[in-house]
């Protein structure tokens, strides 16, 4: 059975970081492509960023581009996304999901196959 669990969101001010951690068991590491996706209120969920299966590739949404970084750290089959600068703008619940299909790192949630429950990142002005 497979689980993604979010971790590490919180109340942040703007200008400040937070480092979000998603945690993969069920999949074997290096056979799923990881997204990130986030969801304010009233809004649509939308693309975040992406990490290839090998750890190399990777992609983000134009909001984000220069602010934040998607990781992985293989041993323990944690996906991280490190946001800096963030901005009041960035508040929202942030859901990590996996692709076992491996249909690319683009923008589209229905190429995901399992997502987490989210973590909710507030950002104050």
């Known amino acids: 059975q497979v689980h993604v669990v979010e971790s590490g969101g919180g109340l942040v001010q703007a200008g400040g970081s937070l480092r979000l951690s998603c945690a993969v068991s069920?999949?074997?590491?290096?056979?799923?492509?990881t997204g990130w996706f986030r969801q304010a209120p009233g809004k649509e969920r939308e693309f975040v960023s992406a990490?290839?299966?090998?750890?190399?590739?990777?992609n983000y949404a134009d909001s984000v581009k220069g602010r934040f970084s998607i990781s992985r750290d293989n041993a323990k089959n944690t996906v991280y996304l490190q946001m800096t600068s963030l901005k009041p703008e960035d508040t929202a619940v942030y859901y990590c999901?996996?692709?076992?299909?491996?249909w690319g790192l683009g923008p589209d949630a229905g190429k995901y196959d399992y997502w987490g429950q989210g973590t909710q990142v507030t950002v104050s002005s």
């Open positions: 069920g999949l074997t590491i290096r056979t799923y492509n």
């Open positions: 999901a996996a692709n076992i299909r491996l």
């Open positions: 990490l290839s299966w090998s750890g190399t590739g990777t």
